[in-house]
């Protein structure tokens, strides 16, 4: 069960969109509309801020979206803030009914 | 709101078993998925597995053969045993609320255990 496949790292200037992409297989992203978001800032635990490929949970900022195309999903932050700067994780459910994560991907807002 | 709470011994000597309590309150535990996931210092997540409030149980195939996670459901608390660890369970541990078993909404403030002599 191998983790799904993210970009080590990403950067934004204040004000721009960023997109941050979460490869897996057709046994996981591919075959099911359950990917999900979480945001790491340093020393605090995740937070979820998208489920099920494209939902926000209450509170979660509208600047936050996510989509799915095929074995790869998305996480698009849209008017970056100093604020958005974390580490980002992918999560996906499995056909082996176990969720697997991303490796992650650190966003620096420059 | 849920929140939740992980607790245990911060320090476990290699070979022995790691063993952590997460205490649920806002809510109660009779009902969702509840699961472990740890972060190594410095790398990214790892599902360690879930029970369901009825006690069923799902784990992670590369670690099944040393956990056991169990519910306690009068004590609104679950909780986690990894059996022969190694410096390589070295980690901070969460828990988590699972409402459907597919996303983790509500996480513990997390533990750090470090597995050493």
């Known amino acids: 069960q191998s983790a799904l496949t993210q970009p080590a790292s990403v950067s934004g200037s204040p004000g721009q969109s960023i997109t941050i992409s979460c490869t897996g297989t057709s046994s996981d992203v591919g075959s099911y509309n359950y990917v999900s978001w979480y945001q790491q800032h340093p020393g605090k635990a995740p937070k979820l801020m998208i489920y099920d490929v494209s939902n926000r949970p209450s509170g979660v900022s509208n600047r936050f979206s996510g989509s799915k195309s095929g074995n790869t999903a998305s996480l698009t932050i849209s008017g970056l803030q100093a604020e958005d700067e974390a580490d980002y994780y992918c999560s996906s459910y499995t056909g082996s009914s176990t969720p697997i994560f991303g490796g992650g991907t650190k966003l620096t807002v420059l | 709101q849920e929140q939740l709470q992980e607790s245990g011994p911060g320090l476990v000597k290699p070979s022995e078993t790691l063993s952590l309590i997460c205490t649920v309150s806002g809510g109660s535990i009779s009902s969702y998925y509840w699961s472990w996931i740890r972060q190594p210092p410095g790398k990214g997540l790892e599902w360690i597995g879930y029970?369901?409030?009825?006690?069923?149980?799902n784990y992670n195939p590369s670690l099944k053969s040393r956990v056991t996670i169990s519910i306690h459901t009068s004590e609104n608390q679950f909780s986690l045993k990894l059996s022969s660890v190694t410096a390589a369970d070295t980690a901070v541990y969460y828990c988590?609320?699972?409402?459907?078993?597919?996303?983790?909404?509500?996480w513990g403030q997390g533990t750090l255990v470090t597995v050493s002599s």
């Open positions: 029970i369901d409030f009825s006690g069923i149980t």
């Open positions: 988590a609320r699972v409402p459907v078993a597919t996303y983790f909404d509500y």
